[in-house]
């Protein structure tokens, strides 16, 4: 399967909310038993609810474009510190999705002792591709042209005064 194909599939998936499964860590020993070698986690699109908690994560972490600019290596490590905690968080809030009776905190626990890296690098990213802020903006922008909250004036009231 090329990467083409591959991604068109991924898409598929999330159209259908079937979800994203992302490689995530060794399986446990009494799976591997059973020939499963790898744990996946699964990466749905977040409900409205899902995307609020995401969002107050995200903006809570207060990160500027301008702490990218000019990037050293011990910026870069000091950014890891500060927000690893966070980022985890996130995706752990993204992984339990509508399954809110997973504790959030134990769960971004486990994916900081298991993930590697770079599956942290891919599952950020799937989740990146179907987190709905997307969706949510544009339905937004459409929205402010009808300005619905503000008091319609009307002609018999301008001609009043």
Sequence with gaps: MD????????AADTLL?????????????????????TWHVTLRQPTLA????ISRLIVAMEL???????????????ITTRHTRDALD???????????WIPRRPLARWLGRHLSPSAFAQAWMVFLQING???????????LPANNLSPKERGSQQADA
């Design 3 to 10: 990467r083409q194909q591959s991604t068109q599939l991924r």
């Design 17 to 37: 909310e079937k979800g994203v499964r992302v490689p995530c860590a060794p399986a446990p020993l009494f799976l591997r038993l059973f020939g499963r070698r």
């Design 50 to 53: 899902g995307l609020l908690r």
């Design 64 to 78: 500027a474009p301008a702490d990218f600019d000019g990037l050293s290596l011990s910026r870069a490590y000091d």
């Design 90 to 100: 996130i995706l752990a809030e993204a992984v339990r999705g509508r399954r809110t």
């Design 133 to 143: 802020v997307a969706d949510f903006t544009t339905s937004i922008r459409l929205m």
